[in-house]
Protein backbone atom coordinates (compact mmCIF):
# COMPACT_ATOMS: atom_id res chain seq x y z
CA UNK A 1 0.00 0.00 0.00
CA UNK A 2 3.11 2.34 0.86
CA UNK A 3 4.38 1.86 -2.55
CA UNK A 4 1.45 2.13 -4.56
CA UNK A 5 1.34 5.76 -2.34
CA UNK A 6 5.04 6.64 -3.49
CA UNK A 7 4.34 5.43 -7.08
CA UNK A 8 1.18 7.48 -7.57
CA UNK A 9 2.62 10.76 -5.58
CA UNK A 10 5.56 10.27 -8.20
CA UNK A 11 3.02 9.53 -11.20
CA UNK A 12 0.89 13.40 -10.68
CA UNK A 13 4.30 15.21 -9.85
CA UNK A 14 5.80 13.80 -13.18
CA UNK A 15 2.60 15.25 -15.01
CA UNK A 16 2.84 18.53 -13.09
CA UNK A 17 6.48 18.73 -14.21
CA UNK A 18 5.73 18.00 -17.92
CA UNK A 19 2.66 20.33 -17.86
CA UNK A 20 4.71 23.26 -16.54
CA UNK A 21 7.44 22.41 -19.16
CA UNK A 22 5.09 22.71 -21.79
CA UNK A 23 3.41 26.50 -20.69
CA UNK A 24 7.20 27.60 -20.36
CA UNK A 25 7.51 26.22 -23.95
CA UNK A 26 4.38 27.98 -25.29
CA UNK A 27 5.56 31.47 -23.25
CA UNK A 28 9.07 31.17 -24.55
CA UNK A 29 7.73 30.53 -27.90
CA UNK A 30 5.18 33.47 -27.69
CA UNK A 31 8.01 35.76 -26.84
CA UNK A 32 10.09 34.95 -29.39
CA UNK A 33 7.34 35.96 -31.53
CA UNK A 34 6.39 39.46 -30.17
CA UNK A 35 10.55 40.12 -30.42
CA UNK A 36 10.20 39.33 -33.79
CA UNK A 37 7.62 41.42 -34.79
CA UNK A 38 8.92 44.39 -33.00
CA UNK A 39 12.28 44.38 -34.48
CA UNK A 40 10.24 44.40 -37.90
CA UNK A 41 7.68 46.80 -37.00
CA UNK A 42 11.15 49.29 -36.25
CA UNK A 43 12.35 48.80 -39.47
CA UNK A 44 9.26 49.32 -41.22
CA UNK A 45 9.14 52.70 -39.40
CA UNK A 46 12.69 53.71 -40.25
CA UNK A 47 11.98 52.73 -44.08
CA UNK A 48 8.64 55.21 -43.74
CA UNK A 49 10.57 57.91 -42.18
CA UNK A 50 13.29 58.03 -44.72
CA UNK A 51 11.16 57.55 -47.49
CA UNK A 52 8.80 60.51 -46.40
CA UNK A 53 11.89 62.79 -45.75
CA UNK A 54 12.98 62.34 -49.22
CA UNK A 55 9.88 63.13 -50.73
CA UNK A 56 8.64 67.11 -51.98
CA UNK A 57 5.12 65.89 -51.97
CA UNK A 58 4.81 66.13 -48.44
CA UNK A 59 7.43 69.08 -47.83
CA UNK A 60 5.87 71.31 -45.05
CA UNK A 61 4.33 68.37 -43.13
CA UNK A 62 4.31 67.52 -39.98
CA UNK A 63 4.25 63.75 -40.03
CA UNK A 64 4.62 60.80 -37.28
CA UNK A 65 5.40 57.12 -37.92
CA UNK A 66 4.78 53.97 -35.57
CA UNK A 67 4.22 50.60 -36.43
CA UNK A 68 2.24 48.01 -34.98
CA UNK A 69 1.86 44.04 -35.86
CA UNK A 70 2.82 45.23 -39.35
CA UNK A 71 0.05 48.47 -39.87
CA UNK A 72 2.04 51.73 -40.61
CA UNK A 73 0.19 54.68 -38.24
CA UNK A 74 0.79 58.33 -39.70
CA UNK A 75 -0.21 61.23 -37.76
CA UNK A 76 0.62 65.22 -37.28
CA UNK A 77 -0.01 67.69 -39.78
CA UNK A 78 -0.07 68.17 -43.34
CA UNK A 79 -0.76 71.25 -45.77
CA UNK A 80 -3.16 69.91 -47.94
CA UNK A 81 -5.08 67.11 -48.84
CA UNK A 82 -2.76 66.05 -51.18
CA UNK A 83 -0.01 65.73 -49.24
CA UNK A 84 -2.17 63.93 -46.66
CA UNK A 85 -2.50 61.29 -49.96
CA UNK A 86 0.95 60.99 -50.89
CA UNK A 87 1.96 60.28 -47.22
CA UNK A 88 -0.11 57.23 -46.89
CA UNK A 89 1.18 56.39 -50.57
CA UNK A 90 4.61 56.58 -49.82
CA UNK A 91 4.20 54.29 -46.69
CA UNK A 92 2.64 51.89 -48.74
CA UNK A 93 5.50 51.85 -51.04
CA UNK A 94 7.73 50.76 -48.15
CA UNK A 95 6.39 47.21 -48.38
CA UNK A 96 4.11 45.84 -50.97
CA UNK A 97 1.76 44.34 -48.16
CA UNK A 98 1.83 46.96 -45.49
CA UNK A 99 -1.23 48.24 -44.40
CA UNK A 100 -1.43 52.18 -43.56
CA UNK A 101 -3.53 54.03 -41.04
CA UNK A 102 -3.76 57.65 -42.54
CA UNK A 103 -4.75 59.54 -39.29
CA UNK A 104 -3.50 62.98 -40.35
CA UNK A 105 -5.01 65.92 -40.52
CA UNK A 106 -5.15 68.15 -43.84
CA UNK A 107 -7.65 70.68 -44.68
CA UNK A 108 -9.99 70.07 -47.44
CA UNK A 109 -10.99 71.70 -50.91
CA UNK A 110 -13.14 74.16 -49.06
CA UNK A 111 -10.54 75.05 -46.31
CA UNK A 112 -8.01 75.43 -49.19
CA UNK A 113 -10.15 77.99 -51.42
CA UNK A 114 -10.84 80.00 -47.93
CA UNK A 115 -7.20 80.17 -47.11
CA UNK A 116 -6.12 81.13 -50.81
CA UNK A 117 -8.78 83.84 -50.46
CA UNK A 118 -7.26 84.86 -47.71
CA UNK A 119 -3.96 84.96 -48.86
CA UNK A 120 -5.28 87.31 -51.77
CA UNK A 121 -6.96 89.69 -49.33
CA UNK A 122 -3.86 89.99 -47.40
CA UNK A 123 -2.21 90.59 -51.24
CA UNK A 124 -4.40 93.02 -52.23
CA UNK A 125 -6.38 94.38 -49.69
CA UNK A 126 -9.70 93.08 -50.64
CA UNK A 127 -11.73 90.62 -48.28
CA UNK A 128 -12.42 87.41 -50.82
CA UNK A 129 -16.22 86.69 -49.70
CA UNK A 130 -19.36 85.17 -51.41
CA UNK A 131 -20.55 88.27 -51.74
CA UNK A 132 -17.49 90.22 -53.04
CA UNK A 133 -17.26 87.55 -55.97
CA UNK A 134 -21.22 87.92 -56.86
CA UNK A 135 -20.41 91.87 -57.20
CA UNK A 136 -16.91 91.55 -58.69
CA UNK A 137 -18.44 88.98 -61.66
CA UNK A 138 -21.97 91.44 -61.94
CA UNK A 139 -20.01 94.40 -62.43
CA UNK A 140 -17.54 92.56 -64.88
CA UNK A 141 -20.75 91.41 -66.70
CA UNK A 142 -22.34 94.73 -67.00
CA UNK A 143 -19.06 96.37 -68.21
CA UNK A 144 -18.32 93.58 -70.95
CA UNK A 145 -19.75 94.40 -74.18
CA UNK A 146 -20.53 90.55 -75.02
CA UNK A 147 -22.54 90.30 -72.12
CA UNK A 148 -25.76 91.91 -71.31
CA UNK A 149 -25.27 91.82 -67.33
CA UNK A 150 -28.59 92.96 -66.91
CA UNK A 151 -30.38 89.06 -67.82
CA UNK A 152 -27.95 87.23 -65.74
CA UNK A 153 -28.06 86.81 -62.03
CA UNK A 154 -25.55 85.44 -60.25
CA UNK A 155 -25.26 84.15 -56.50
CA UNK A 156 -21.85 82.70 -54.80
CA UNK A 157 -21.75 79.92 -52.41
CA UNK A 158 -18.77 78.35 -50.63
CA UNK A 159 -16.80 79.90 -53.77
CA UNK A 160 -19.16 77.99 -56.36
CA UNK A 161 -20.87 80.39 -58.70
CA UNK A 162 -24.67 80.11 -59.81
CA UNK A 163 -25.73 82.05 -63.40
CA UNK A 164 -29.33 82.13 -63.79
CA UNK A 165 -30.82 84.14 -66.83
CA UNK A 166 -31.29 83.88 -70.27
CA UNK A 167 -29.03 85.41 -72.73
CA UNK A 168 -29.28 86.05 -76.35
CA UNK A 169 -26.16 83.68 -77.94
CA UNK A 170 -24.29 81.10 -76.19
CA UNK A 171 -21.44 82.86 -77.06
CA UNK A 172 -22.44 85.25 -74.46
CA UNK A 173 -23.24 82.50 -72.42
CA UNK A 174 -19.70 81.60 -72.58
CA UNK A 175 -18.14 84.53 -72.33
CA UNK A 176 -20.06 84.93 -69.27
CA UNK A 177 -18.52 81.65 -67.91
CA UNK A 178 -15.55 82.72 -68.98
CA UNK A 179 -15.50 85.92 -66.82
CA UNK A 180 -17.01 84.45 -63.86
CA UNK A 181 -14.56 81.45 -63.81
CA UNK A 182 -11.44 83.89 -63.63
CA UNK A 183 -12.97 85.80 -61.21
CA UNK A 184 -10.23 85.58 -57.83
CA UNK A 185 -11.57 82.80 -55.51
CA UNK A 186 -13.73 81.07 -57.59
CA UNK A 187 -13.82 77.72 -57.13
CA UNK A 188 -16.20 76.47 -59.85
CA UNK A 189 -19.10 77.92 -62.02
CA UNK A 190 -22.74 76.52 -62.19
CA UNK A 191 -24.59 77.62 -65.58
CA UNK A 192 -26.64 74.86 -65.58
CA UNK A 193 -29.77 77.47 -65.12
CA UNK A 194 -28.38 80.77 -67.76
CA UNK A 195 -29.97 79.55 -71.13
CA UNK A 196 -29.80 80.47 -74.37
CA UNK A 197 -32.91 82.47 -75.97
CA UNK A 198 -34.80 79.98 -78.45
CA UNK A 199 -36.54 83.01 -79.84
CA UNK A 200 -32.47 84.16 -81.19
CA UNK A 201 -32.16 80.43 -82.11
CA UNK A 202 -34.92 80.25 -84.41
CA UNK A 203 -34.76 83.40 -85.96
CA UNK A 204 -31.18 82.17 -86.85
CA UNK A 205 -32.34 78.95 -88.15
CA UNK A 206 -34.68 81.20 -90.20
CA UNK A 207 -32.41 83.50 -91.68
CA UNK A 208 -29.77 79.92 -92.23
CA UNK A 209 -32.83 78.70 -94.99
Known amino acids: ????TILTRTLIAA????????????????SV???????????????VKTKLAAD?????????????????????????????????????SADASVKVDNRIQAPGLLSELKT??????????????????STKIKSQLLADTATKGTAIKVTTKDNIVFLKGTVASQLEKDQAIKLASQTKGV??????????????NADANINAQ
Open 1 to 4: MKNQ
Open 15 to 30: ALLASASAAQAISVGA
Open 33 to 47: DVATQAVADTALTGT
Open 56 to 92: SRVKGSDISVTSENGVVVLTGKAPSAEAKAAAEEIAK
Open 116 to 133: DAKVAADTTGEVVTDSWI
Open 187 to 200: AKVNASKLKVSTKV
